[in-house]
């Protein structure tokens, strides 16, 4: 059964980069069908889509944070990061990692696996 | 960009009712809209994708409908469990975009 873990510092300084990392397991990252996703949602408030990538390192990324986003795969630790410069404490939420869902019929445009979510917070 | 609303945001409702919750693109997204089911502290649960299609294990009762710019989610027979927030979601060229929220709790 396919799983994903999120990891990183649950504390990061204004004007510092916040840096997470997603592990896979029960499942390859490499599969052709799926893309792999961050999505946010700061305390009591909705849920924002950060980004998403393919295996082979394609990326697509909310224009509102493009500027500050990277997100990068690492196949041989069936592993997908993001990081997110310059942060502030409007930054601080819980990140969540997620697949993007695929049918016989091709991605199906909705996320179907998810991480449990790491609180990220944002202050000195 | 495609911008996404939900009405009501808060309902309130007892079990057994039948509950539907509408959400608005801010254009044509055809039927690429999902619906996730959050409770406190956990991750969301995708309930439906393609705007009908109920995810594997998601229990019958729920169903959603519509394609182009309004859609529904409707819980046919409230159950105990189903007291949560909703979120809505399009997709479009692999932009997502999230609604804001539907939170039904106890009447």
């Known amino acids: 059964q396919l799983q994903l873990q999120e990891s990183g510092p649950g504390l990061v300084k204004p004007s510092d980069t916040l840096s997470l990392t997603c592990t896979v397991s029960?499942?390859?990252?490499?599969?052709?069908?799926?893309?792999w996703g961050w999505i946010r949602q700061p305390p009591g408030k909705g849920l924002e889509w950060i980004g998403s990538?393919?295996?082979?390192?394609?990326?697509y990324y909310n224009p509102s944070l493009k500027s500050r986003v990277t997100i990068s795969v690492d196949t041989s630790k069936n592993q997908f990061s993001l990081k997110l410069n310059s942060v502030t404490p409007a930054d601080t939420a819980v990140y969540y990692c997620?697949?993007?869902?695929?049918?016989?019929?091709?991605?199906?445009?909705?996320?179907?696996?998810w991480g449990q979510g790491t609180m990220v917070t944002v202050s000195s | 960009d495609i911008q996404m609303t939900q009405s009501p945001s808060t309902l309130s409702a007892s079990v057994g009712d039948r509950v539907t919750i509408t959400c608005r693109a801010s254009?044509?997204?055809?039927?690429?809209l999902a619906w996730y089911q959050q409770k406190p502290g956990k991750a969301p649960k995708l309930l439906m994708y393609?705007?009908?299609s109920l995810e594997s294990g998601v229990p019958s009762r729920f169903s959603g409908s519509g394609s182009g710019t309004e859609f529904t989610l409707t819980i046919s027979s409230l159950q105990p469990d189903d007291f949560a927030t909703y979120y809505c979601?399009?997709?479009?060229?692999?932009?997502?975009?999230f609604g804001p929220g539907t939170k039904v709790d106890i009447k």
């Open positions: 997620a697949r993007l869902g695929y049918t016989s019929s091709g991605q199906h445009g909705a996320f179907d696996i």
């Open positions: 029960g499942g390859s990252i490499s599969s052709s069908r799926y893309y």
């Open positions: 990538i393919y295996y082979s390192g394609s990326t």
């Open positions: 254009q044509s997204i055809s039927t690429w």
């Open positions: 393609r705007a009908s």
């Open positions: 979601q399009q997709y479009d060229s692999y932009i997502f975009t």
